[in-house]
């Protein structure tokens, strides 16, 4: 049925979200106005002052661009991957594709946020379907979450393989090995693009086996005499496999705490990622009635999540556990750029608390789920593409990454370091990239509801420059200003300054809405704008600051 005018159809890869941030990973691939979305994830704000809301790339240019969207593809079930599905789902009423795991976290996800209905179908490592006018291969890769994939896309202008996200284990925990060979076997077949995961580039040499990580709890969890607390990412289920494997040969019940680890070791348990006896893991209540060393706790938070288990219990907070002197206290996970001062405080906070504290910089208690250099290179050298594309990572690892790829054979040419918003086009010809060609952005998510753009910048304003209200009540009959403008700021100025330049500015705009002379309403943009506009500039000028300006206009 392949029809003969797709055969020269060009193919369009469009990045919306993933390539210039870690996180927010979205590739559109587009060809003969159908369209197959790759990933739909989001992104933790770097500044806490936007709330505690997650970023999700906005997707203004597929609401408009009339594309037919004929499915979303899950690498794999990280929330950079599938946590913004919710968002597309209710705008995009499209079926969704992953593997088993994939699909049981992002319907916990669905669960959480909807749209309820959704239709999703399982996808297993090297059997292919079809999706219009593509045909797709998942392939297994190894990362820090299980039943991860790669995609092989067969388009009319050649086959594309996505990474995903990888990283090259020898041993991993499941067994389930990086499908090298297949890689090869495209690579040899002829690959157009290969869109390879950035997220390690920096890092030479390997990143070494999620296995190696057991014999250093083993060690850890054997000298501790009380409670023993692992801090973990709830979906690493081959981490807490680990350290439940160990906490067993101890005599030690595992717990899980918070809604999230529970629902995560329930899930694992459900799909033989936990392959545990039942009693082998109890719940808070129970754990209150066994020896502190018969007792291993699984708690999130290792990012300093101020409403996670670990940062309740570094504050004495927490309803069901405590950390006492005697207790041990492992951050199994990295330190994400950002979020080292919270982590810090944490640190510390379970330090006075008594506890021995390990991480990644005094104890080797994480390996990366991401593949280093040497990884990199060797996926390229199997898949030999004629093209190549950097993706997930900020602008200097995708440059990194392109320079790699040169290096490892890639003509320079082919190397294309694009942005979001950036389409690369494949064809006949040779491939074209377009800066700066399509509409991006990110939307704040929080509380499952969807902020649209201007609530970013808005958040933004607050927190560097503040607010002013304006309070104006005008007549209802004559349109005549009857009180006011009344002016009040917040965040915007410390000591008797306030007064001097809150009453200058106010004189400013009661002479100009003076010579501009009404009738003024309430529901007109006029008065509004006028006050949104004179107290701007007097900001501007006076302060060098652009607070948020706040009309409140009564009528009376
Ligand atoms: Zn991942």
Do not use: W
């Not at 950035?198 to 000298?223: D, M, Y």
């Not at 309403?521 to 652009?546: C, D, P, Q």
């Amino acid at each position: 049925m392949a029809s003969h005018g797709l055969t020269s159809s060009p193919v369009r890869i469009v990045p919306l979200g993933g390539l210039g941030e870690i996180g927010l990973n979205l590739t559109v691939v587009e060809c003969a106005g159908r369209a197959m979305v790759i990933d739909a994830g989001v992104m933790f704000p770097e500044e806490r002052a936007l709330g505690s809301g997650v970023l999700a790339p906005d997707l203004a240019y597929l609401e408009q661009s009339h594309l037919e969207i004929l499915g979303v593809i899950l690498t794999h079930a990280h929330e950079d991957h599938v946590g913004a599905l919710p968002y597309l789902l209710r705008r995009f009423n499209v079926p969704v594709y992953g593997t088993e795991v994939t699909l049981a976290f992002a319907r916990r996800r669905l669960d959480e946020d909807g749209p309820v209905g959704a239709r999703m179908a399982t996808i297993e490592p090297r059997r292919r379907f079809e999706l219009g006018p593509f045909g797709i291969e998942p392939i297994r890769v190894t990362h820090s979450m299980p039943d991860s994939v790669a995609l092989a896309v067969t388009t009319p202008a050649g086959l594309i393989v996505h990474s995903g996200d990888f990283k090259i284990d020898p041993t991993p925990i499941d067994g389930e090995l990086f499908d090298r060979e297949r890689f090869a076997e495209l690579g040899a077949a002829g690959v157009a693009l290969l869109m390879s995961d950035s997220t390690n580039v920096e890092r030479a040499g390997r990143s070494g086996a999620e296995s190696s990580i057991k014999p250093v709890l083993r060690e850890i969890v054997a000298r501790s005499r009380g409670k023993f607390f692992l801090s973990v990412f709830s979906s690493h289920l081959h981490r807490i496999r680990q350290l439940t494997e160990v906490s067993r040969e101890m005599g030690r019940r595992v717990v899980p705490l918070g809604r999230r680890m529970a629902e995560s070791v329930r899930l694992g348990l459900e799909l033989g990622q936990l392959p545990f006896a039942p009693g082998t893991f109890v719940g808070p209540a129970e754990a209150e009635f066994l020896e502190s060393c018969k007792l291993t706790f699984l708690a999130s938070g290792s990012q300093g999540e101020p409403l996670s288990a670990l940062a309740r219990i570094a504050a004495d907070a927490h309803p069901r556990a405590r950390v006492e002197p005697g207790d041990t206290v492992v951050l199994s996970s990295r330190f994400i750029p950002g979020n080292e001062r919270t982590i810090n405080t944490l640190v510390n906070q379970l330090c006075k608390r008594g506890a021995e504290v390990f991480y990644e910089a005094v104890a080797p208690v994480h390996v990366s789920g991401h593949a280093s250099r040497d990884e990199l290179a060797e996926l390229i050298a199997l898949v030999k593409p004629k093209y190549f594309v950097p993706i997930h990572g900020e602008y200097r690892h995708l440059r990194r990454h392109a320079a790699l790829a040169a290096a490892c054979g890639v003509p320079e040419g082919n190397c294309f370091l694009l942005e979001d918003g950036e389409p690369l086009t494949l064809s006949a010809g040779p491939a074209v990239h377009r800066a700066r060609a399509v509409e991006t952005g990110r939307i704040l998510l929080e509380d499952g509801e969807f902020g649209d753009p201007g609530l970013l910048s808005e958040r933004r304003t607050l927190g560097r420059d503040g607010t002013v209200f304006a309070v104006i009540a005008v007549s209802s009959k004559t349109g005549a200003i009857v009180a006011g403008p009344e002016l009040v700021s917040r965040g915007l100025l410390i000591g008797d300054g306030t007064s001097a330049h809150i009453r200058r500015a106010r004189a400013q705009l009661a002479e100009r809405l003076g010579r501009v002379g009404g009738p003024f309403s309430a529901e007109g943009t006029m008065l509004r704008g006028e006050i949104v506009h004179t107290l701007r500039n007097y900001f501007s000028h006076a302060l060098g600051k652009r607070p948020l300006i706040v009309p409140h206009i009564m009528e009376v």
